[in-house]
C-alpha cells in the first residue's frame, strides 16, 4: 500500500478535529459572584463577642442602594491625604436601609500622633457610585460612630 492514501486521510482527519464547534471555554467574571459577597458580608457581620486584645468602630450606614458592595477601610493618611497602612476593612452588601456595621482592629497598630480615617464606598456591577466623607479617628479605642451617611461619588 502507497503512503500517499494514508497522508491524505490523516490531512483530512486533522482538518476535520480542528473545525469542531466544541464551544471555547469562558473567561471568569471580574469580581466576586454576587452570592459570594453575600456570604463574605454576613461572614464579617457575624463577629461575635470583641476579644481583649481587638477595639471596635460602630454605627450604621444610610443610602447604600440593595445588593451594593460596601466597602470600609481604617487608614493611616499622610500630609498629602494619600492611605499608608490599613489598619481594618470589612466589607458588607447593601440593603436600600440602615446598615449596622462593625469595624475591628488592633490598638497595638493604631499609630500615637499619625492621621488616621475611616473612609468607605460603595460600588455596584464593579463601579464606584457612593463614598463615604472621611471620618477622622483620634484614638485607637472603641468607638460609636452614629450614623453614617453616603454622598454621590464625583
Known amino acids: ?10 490531512i483530512f482527519s486533522l482538518l476535520v478535529a480542528c473545525g469542531s464547534n466544541v464551544p471555547k471555554p469562558q473567561p ?6 454576587p452570592q459570594e459577597a453575600q456570604k463574605k458580608a454576613r461572614e464579617s457581620a457575624d463577629l461575635g463577642p470583641l476579644p481583649a486584645y481587638q477595639r ?11 445588593g451594593a458592595e460596601i466597602e470600609l477601610a481604617l487608614l493611616v493618611i499622610d500630609e ?7 489598619l481594618a476593612s470589612s466589607t458588607l452588601i447593601g ?4 446598615l449596622p456595621f462593625r469595624l475591628r482592629f488592633n490598638p497595638d497598630a493604631f499609630p ?5 480615617e475611616l473612609r468607605g464606598r460603595v460600588t455596584q456591577s464593579g463601579q464606584l457610585i457612593l463614598h463615604l466623607p472621611s471620618q477622622r479617628i483620634s484614638q485607637g479605642t472603641t468607638q ?4 453614617l451617611q453616603f454622598v454621590t461619588a464625583p
Open 28 to 33: 471568569p467574571t471580574p469580581g466576586p459572584a
Open 80 to 86: 498629602k491625604s494619600r492611605p499608608q497602612q490599613l
Open 112 to 116: 500615637a500622633g499619625a492621621r488616621v
Open 144 to 147: 460609636a460612630l452614629g450614623q
Open 1 to 10: 500500500m502507497s503512503l500517499k492514501p494514508l497522508v491524505l486521510l490523516s
Open 95 to 98: 440593603t436600600n436601609q440602615v
Open 56 to 66: 471596635e468602630l460602630s454605627g450604621s450606614l444610610q443610602g447604600a442602594p440593595a
